[in-house]
């Protein structure tokens, strides 16, 4: 069992910076690719950024590229999301996701994952 508990968001301005956090407990941290997805009101979850295990690669969405990074420290089992330029579409509640030896574009699937942490609110104000 994997326990993920998010933490950074809150209410920032057009343009500002957040850093998100997802702290991991349980299992070995390392051997679990991580995932960043976000749910708008009335919208479905949906993929934002994923770091694999091992040597790590990164993927992100195409509306977050160059914004968003998302890189992880596996000695303090914690995960980031480092967001700049931040716009209003990018407010919904961010959810970080775990996902045992996950490899390649099945880090993009909400759907593979299989611990997810309770969320933390991101609000952009324009």
């Known amino acids: 069992q994997v326990q993920l508990v998010e933490s950074g968001g809150g209410l920032v301005q057009a343009g500002g910076s957040l850093r998100l956090s997802c702290a991991a407990s349980?299992?070995?941290?390392?051997?679990?690719?991580m995932g960043w997805f976000r749910q708008a009101p009335g919208k479905e979850r949906e993929f934002v950024a994923a770091?694999?295990?091992?040597?790590?690669?990164?993927y992100s969405a195409d509306s977050v590229k160059g914004r968003f990074t998302i890189s992880r420290a596996n000695a303090k089992n914690t995960v980031y999301l480092q967001k700049h330029s931040l716009k209003p579409e990018d407010t919904a509640v961010y959810y970080c996701?775990?996902?045992?030896?996950?490899?390649?574009?099945?880090?993009?699937?909400?759907?593979?994952?299989?611990?997810w942490g309770q969320g933390t609110q991101v609000t952009v104000s324009s």
């Open positions: 996701g775990a996902v045992l030896y996950g490899t390649g574009s099945a880090n993009l699937d909400a759907s593979q994952y299989d611990y």
């Open positions: 349980g299992r070995t941290f390392s051997n679990y690719a």
């Open positions: 770091i694999s295990w091992g040597i790590p690669s990164t």
